[in-house]
């Protein structure tokens, strides 16, 4: 089958990382469809629009011109899952839970057009688990493509393809990628975590159990484990907050689920009572109303 040209993109789950992604496709000039679930049903497209006034809003410098933000469509996966068919790439960033992005994936198989790319911008889920149940026509047209925090400047993106992937389709992405949206494209293996999270999440998670233990502050924390460990504008728990307190529940389940019994980072995955609490309490970070830092400031407490 002949490789369709990347002349529009669906991205699913207008979050910090969809949302994110949708504005780099509109920055390269390329007209992109920005699909969410529905929160309010009297105003059914509300959360992949206020993804995009985020966008134009975010501090210090914009995601996307207001040029760019004429670009993208938006929409609910209830009423315009159809318009995929429209569209050659099919980017998804929905939560990291392995159940509805399978759900999701067997809504698209009916919808999407056969030999346009649907990728998954997992952070830790294998691909082999992405695709379990689904055609060999969707898996023939099924990688991952992950990218980095925040999309508009994170040069990095990792792409694990699978036995079952065209490498034709992979590669027309792959160039799209690096041309349009400006990519470094690293070819990762499809193990849990792929390059970039089996070592990030091995050290945050060592560095939060640490902190917590020592009863340190979060600056104290970051003035170790940031520039010292190579995260010299975040930190530890800056970069938490910039990534999403609630994503790291996730990340932990889906990697102790899949790494192998006696893989170092099954030692120290532990369940932390505070993030929960964060999480309960709406301190999901900076998409949230703060978090590690934001709490610090208002309690000047000590982690635990
Ligand atoms: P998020 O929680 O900020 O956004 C997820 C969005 O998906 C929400 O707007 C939610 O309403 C929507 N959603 C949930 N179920 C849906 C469904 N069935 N259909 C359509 N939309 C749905 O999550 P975030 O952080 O953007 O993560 C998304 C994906 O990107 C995850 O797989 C995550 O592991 C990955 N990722 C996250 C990074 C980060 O720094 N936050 C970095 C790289 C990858």
Not at 118 to 132: A, D, K, M
Not at 170 to 198: E, Q, S, W
């Amino acid at each position: 089958m002949s490789v369709a040209p990347v002349k529009k993109v669906c991205v699913i789950g207008a979050g910090t990382m969809g949302a994110g992604i949708a504005a780099q496709v509109a920055n390269g000039g390329v007209p992109v469809l920005l699909l969410d679930i529905v929160r309010d049903e009297n105003d059914r497209n509300s959360v992949a629009e206020g993804a995009v006034k985020r966008m134009l809003k975010a501090d210090p410098a914009p995601f996307m011109s207001n040029r760019a933000a004429k670009l993208v469509e938006t929409g609910n996966i209830e009423d315009h899952l159809d318009k995929v068919a429209e569209c050659d790439w099919v980017i998804e960033a929905i939560v990291e839970k392995l159940s509805l992005k399978q759900s999701l994936y067997e809504k698209l198989e009916k919808v999407r057009t056969p030999g346009t790319a649907v990728t998954s911008n997992t952070s830790t889920i294998p691909l082999e688990n992405l695709v379990e149940g689904r055609s060999d026509a969707f898996k023939s047209d099924f990688f991952i493509t992950h990218f980095f925090n925040p999309p508009r400047y994170m040069r990095l993106l990792e792409l694990v393809t699978g036995p079952a992937t065209d490498m034709d389709l992979a590669a027309r992405i792959r160039d799209f990628a690096d041309r349009v949206l400006g990519k470094t494209v690293v070819d990762a293996k499809d193990t849990p975590g792929f390059i970039a999270n089996r070592i990030g999440t091995l050290w945050i998670q060592a560095a939060i159990n640490a902190a917590m233990d020592l009863g340190l502050t979060v600056e104290e924390a970051d003035a170790i484990a940031g520039r010292p460990m190579g995260v010299p504008k975040t930190g530890v728990f800056g970069l938490v907050d910039l990534v999403g307190v609630d994503l790291m529940p996730y990340l932990q389940e889906s990697l102790t689920s899949t790494l192998p019994k006696d893989d170092p980072y099954q030692a120290i995955a532990r369940d932390i009572p505070l993030i929960n609490k964060m999480i309960a309490e709406g301190y999901t970070g900076r998409k949230g109303k703060g978090g590690f830092y934001r709490l610090n400031r208002e309690g000047g407490q000590k982690l635990k």
